[in-house]
């Protein structure tokens, strides 16, 4: 049981509400070691098993049309036809294997009752069963080997298939949605459930339903058959039965304990210490301030203290789990059924007493029955929990196909945009109107009343303190996030009601917190314009103006580089003198920490070269080709990380590149780029204070004026 057990018992709910584990009445509290686990009671109807309540009746049938959509999904991938139809016979042939042993030695017993009959036994029959016997065997082997050698092209491509619809289930949706948790929770149990994909999870379910069924029945009807002409047989049977059934029920009762909601937490500060500590001193981000502060004696007097108030509880909450189960286990009922176990043979005993004649076959038929009940039982149980958890399992069926339709939180508009692709590219105007923006969740502005315009073809600068909102207003533009109050206008209409892609099109913005996608340089650079993501002379060109081009090159895997392997190597025991592998360093600091298992890290850029790189992505996007929709940059602090040569060269590139197409920046510096700004933004406190051009600021003397005075004078 212990903690393995209860994680896969973690089942996913279609349960709504809150979980709340103050509320004593349906919640149990359990103080284990240094952990507090709150489990949920279960509603009684539940614990009856094959009884499933309401709830559970009606979330199966809501997910009854997923269940067959799914069914003709897997139909319709042909080259999966052949493996599901052997996979399907196998099974059953292999279901009915137990039946065939069964009825074999039910045959036994019949030659047994002839030999006791007439003092023979009658040897071709006794012949054939040995041989069948040992058919069935022979053929359960081969059944299994089959099924695994099936098993394994039919999962791939189950999950292949899934893997398409999956990946775009999340590639559609937008930021706010994405960053709902909510979502991210729907996402993850529609692509795995106990460490299994949906789609093969639901498969074998059902057909191990199948062939339990299969199982019960023929298993049934044979032992009926068997067991009619034996005078002990069902008296037997039922006292066999009796033993089997407790262990059973035991069995539901600690997996019912596993409960479907609950949660731990630990409120011991020392433990939480010392787990602190642990990832301080193994973790590699740690090691510098580790090393240069000093600490290495201060913190193992501080390990070693902490961990002598914790004692021995400081356990992790799965094995605290599973040794507190163990425990609880063995005080519990065993006896009983301990004692029970032996009934059968009492009551043979019994029975052999009043009649010593039927002994021998009493004796043969309290062997087969006693043989059979045991897997019956627990093929009974098999199948009482596969009722049980039938409908969750289904439900994930639901919430697979359901994750293609979660509805982004950006509504998307209904008129094309540009009207004129022609006039799009000398610039695109702008307006925020009394535009508010607070970010879910947080109770404050990031925006507060927000208005200003923009002609056609203007580069307008907005410079201000870190979290006055410049990086906000540039989301809304490309409606990463929309208003929460006023409206923004490009081209004279509401941005709300243009089509999304189109809007997305026409604007390019670079980020200031951009990332690398875990591809390789050129693709990281391609993906910057789809529709030409395979033209390496674009590429090329982007890198160039972007400034990334020479590093590249130097590269010793020049534009196939990645900068983040996603896949990394395996290896173990490498000699120490082993430097690289695989053309790749070896990074022995890994190894150590995943316990002689580890991969390879990744290619390390500057963050200089970073930000170049992103840059070169935005260029061949917006620049590079003659034929690019997109009529307005936006860039958000695009030279940061830049050296001073490197930000002078960009901007004057940029605005030779950009041609008559609107440009707005962010940035925290003046000068450079103000001066050849038409609008200058200045924000403070989520609003705008000020606003002009360079020369204007200045002569009014506010703020902007005060901080160019403050840049200027540094280098005087
Ligand atoms: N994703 C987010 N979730 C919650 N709050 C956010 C988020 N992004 C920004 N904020 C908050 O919104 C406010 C404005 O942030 P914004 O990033 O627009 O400022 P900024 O002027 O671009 O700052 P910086 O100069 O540091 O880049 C800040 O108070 C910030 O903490």
Not at 69 to 96: H, N, P, T
Not at 703 to 715: K, P, V
Request: include cysteine; charged fraction near 25%.
């Amino acid at each position: 049981m212990g903690g393995r057990k209860m994680r896969s018992n973690r089942r996913i709910t279609s349960r709504k509400g809150v979980f709340n584990p103050e509320d004593q009445t349906r919640v149990k509290h359990t103080r284990l070691g240094v952990w507090d686990l709150y489990e949920e009671r279960e509603p009684e109807l539940d614990r009856l098993p094959g009884l499933p309540s309401l709830e559970r009746f009606l979330t199966l049938k809501q997910s009854l049309p997923y269940v067959w959509r799914m069914v003709k999904d897997i139909g319709s991938i042909r080259s999966c036809w052949l493996l599901l139809a052997s996979y399907l016979i196998l099974e059953i042939v292999a279901a009915l294997v137990p039946t065939m042993v069964l009825w074999y030695k039910g045959q036994l017993l019949e030659i047994v009752q002839i030999a006791l009959d007439s003092r023979t036994v009658y040897k071709p029959l006794l012949i054939r069963v040995t041989f069948g016997m040992w058919v069935c065997r022979i053929l359960t082997r081969l059944l299994n080997y089959s099924k695994s050698r099936i098993t394994f092209p039919l999962k791939a491509r189950l999950k292949q298939h899934y893997s398409v619809h999956l990946f775009a289930a999340r590639a559609r949706l937008d930021v706010p949605t994405f960053e709902d948790p909510a979502v991210q929770r729907q996402l993850d149990t529609a692509s795995h459930v106990n460490g299994q994909s949906v789609a093969w999870g639901t498969f074998t379910m059902l057909s191990g339903l199948l062939t339990t069924v299969i199982k019960v029945v023929s298993q049934i009807a044979i032992l009926v058959h068997v067991l009619r002409n034996q005078p002990d047989g069902p008296l037997l049977a039922v006292v066999s039965f009796i033993p089997e059934l407790l262990q059973w029920m035991k069995w539901q009762e600690v997996n019912l304990h596993g409960g479907a909601v609950w949660a731990a937490t630990t409120k011991n500060e020392d433990y939480v210490k010392l787990q602190g500590l642990k990832h301080a001193v193994n973790d590699l981000e740690h090691r510098k301030e580790f090393v240069a502060g000093n600490m290495a004696e201060y913190l193992t007097e501080m390990f070693k203290k902490t961990l002598l108030r914790v004692g021995d509880n400081a356990d992790e909450f799965f094995e605290t789990y599973r040794e507190y189960r163990n425990r609880e286990r063995l005080g519990y009922g065993m006896f009983l059924r301990d004692s029970l176990s032996e009934f059968p043979q009492i009551c043979f005993a019994l029975r052999a007493v009043q009649h010593p004649a039927s002994m021998a076959i009493s004796l043969a038929t309290l062997t087969l029955i006693q043989d059979n009940t045991s897997t019956l039982t627990w093929t009974i149980v098999r199948f009482f929990e596969q009722t049980g958890s039938i409908a969750d399992q289904l439900a994930t069926v639901r919430k697979l196909y359901e994750v293609a339709n979660i509805p982004n939180r950006i509504s998307d508009g209904v008129h094309a945009f540009p009207e004129d692709a022609q006039k799009v590219k000398s610039g695109i105007s702008v307006e925020f109107r009394n535009v508010s923006y607070s970010y879910p969740g947080t109770g404050s502005y990031a925006l507060r009343n927000v208005s200003f315009r923009l002609q056609q073809g203007q580069l307008c600068v907005i410079v201000g303190p870190n979290g006055s909102g410049k990086s906000t207003i540039l989301k809304l533009l490309v409606r990463i996030y929309d208003p929460t109050e006023g409206q923004i206008l490009v081209n004279g209409k509401d941005i709300r009601t243009l089509k999304l892609a189109d809007l997305r099109q026409t604007v390019s913005v670079l980020f200031q917190d951009y990332t690398h996608f875990p591809l390789s340089i050129r693709d990281n650079i391609g993906i910057g314009d789809p529709a030409h993501a395979d033209d390496d002379e674009r590429i090329r060109l982007a890198a160039r103006l972007g400034g990334s081009e020479d590093f590249i090159r130097r590269l010793p895997e020049g534009f196939e580089t990645y900068l983040e392997r996603p896949v990394t190597d395996h290896y173990s025991g490498i000699p120490e003198g082993t430097k690289s592998l695989f053309g790749r360093p070896v990074d022995y600091n890994q190894l150590r920490k995943a316990g002689h298992m580890s991969s390879t890290a990744s290619t390390s850029l500057s963050g200089g070269q970073m930000q170049r790189l992103a840059l070169s992505r935005t260029f061949m996007r917006s620049v590079v080709s003659d034929d690019s929709p997109v009529g307005m940059l936006l860039f958000d602090e695009p030279s940061a990380s830049l050296d001073p040569s490197a930000e002078h060269d960009l901007f004057i590139r940029l605005r030779e590149l950009r041609g008559s197409k609107t440009m707005i920046f962010s940035s925290h510096r003046f000068g450079n780029l103000t001066r050849h700004a038409d609008v200058i933004l200045y924000m403070n406190d989520s609003h705008i204070v000020e606003s002009g051009t360079h020369e204007q600021l200045l002569k009014s003397e506010g703020e902007y004026a005060r901080i160019w005075m403050l840049q200027a004078q540094a280098f005087l």
